[in-house]
């Protein structure tokens, strides 16, 4: 039992629990979700995504109307995935502490950390790091990285992740406010670690 849980029933609370769950997206469907709720807050989904599919998709780790959603995360390793994924996606509730990882398999369409189209989406991330044996993702020529994104709220302190890759290639980065580039051994001064072919970093971010 970890200190946080423990902590919890003392104060008489039920501790939120993380949910594994598998998207296989080579089932036909168009939409994927690790959780989805009309009203209630979803949390802490751990979504690992597998198969291709040649359709577009729309993959949420956490989705809910007008809930919160917070601390989900949605990971690719391998296989084809184009459309959008999300790790947190809200109309009317918070984007908080999303993740979307991506170590593998092609990426194409538009990533969001976190969304919400009528309140705030905050501390999201996209992490792209290599995978177990080394292998790294590629991505297509129209995908575009979104760190936080409201139509109608706010979005801050959303964070691009790249760690030990190099020879990146989006369309475009949008939402960040941080970017962070963790070196491998391998690196020189000479790498190019992020390319963008579609224009330039939009905003005022920390790199």
């Given at each position: 039992?970890?200190?946080a849980i423990l902590t919890a029933l003392l104060a008489g609370a039920t501790p939120a629990m993380a949910k594994d769950v598998t998207?296989?997206?080579?089932?036909?469907?168009?939409?994927?979700?690790?959780?989805?709720?009309?009203?209630?807050?979803?949390?802490?989904?751990?979504?690992?995504?597998?198969?291709?599919?040649?359709?577009?998709?729309?993959?949420?780790?956490?989705?809910s109307s007008s809930g919160n959603v917070t601390g989900n995360t949605v990971m690719i390793s391998g296989g084809t995935v184009s459309?959008?994924?999300?790790?947190?996606?809200?109309?009317?509730?918070?984007?908080?502490?999303?993740?979307?990882?991506?170590?593998?398999?092609?990426?194409?369409?538009?990533?969001?950390?976190?969304?919400?189209?009528?309140?705030?989406?905050?501390?999201?991330?996209?992490i792209i790091r290599a995978g177990e044996n080394g292998e790294t993702a590629t991505f297509g020529e129209d995908t575009k990285l979104?760190?936080?994104?409201?139509?109608?709220?706010?979005?801050?302190?959303?964070?691009?992740?790249?760690?030990?890759?190099?020879?990146?290639?989006?369309?475009?980065?949008?939402?960040?406010?941080?970017?962070?580039?963790?070196?491998?051994?391998?690196?020189?001064?000479?790498?190019?670690?992020?390319?963008?072919?579609?224009?330039?970093?939009?905003?005022?971010?920390?790199?």
């Amino acid at each position: 039992m970890t200190l946080a849980i423990l902590t919890a029933l003392l104060a008489g609370a039920t501790p939120a629990m993380a949910k594994d769950v598998t998207i296989d997206i080579s089932t036909g469907k168009t939409y994927y979700y690790g959780d989805d709720s009309s009203n209630s807050d979803v949390t802490g989904v751990n979504a690992t995504v597998t198969g291709t599919t040649d359709k577009n998709v729309w993959v949420y780790g956490g989705d809910s109307s007008s809930g919160n959603v917070t601390g989900n995360t949605v990971m690719i390793s391998g296989g084809t995935v184009s459309g959008r994924v999300y790790g947190g996606e809200s109309s009317d509730g918070d984007a908080t502490g999303n993740t979307v990882i991506i170590s593998g398999g092609t990426v194409s369409g538009r990533v969001f950390g976190g969304n919400s189209s009528r309140s705030s989406a905050t501390g999201n991330k996209i992490i792209i790091r290599a995978g177990e044996n080394g292998e790294t993702a590629t991505f297509g020529e129209d995908t575009k990285l979104y760190g936080g994104y409201s139509d109608f709220g706010t979005a801050r302190d959303n964070a691009l992740i790249l760690q030990g890759v190099k020879n990146v290639e989006v369309g475009n980065v949008r939402y960040f406010d941080k970017y962070q580039f963790l070196l491998g051994d391998d690196f020189n001064d000479t790498d190019v670690f992020l390319n963008l072919t579609d224009g330039i970093m939009q905003g005022n971010a920390e790199v």
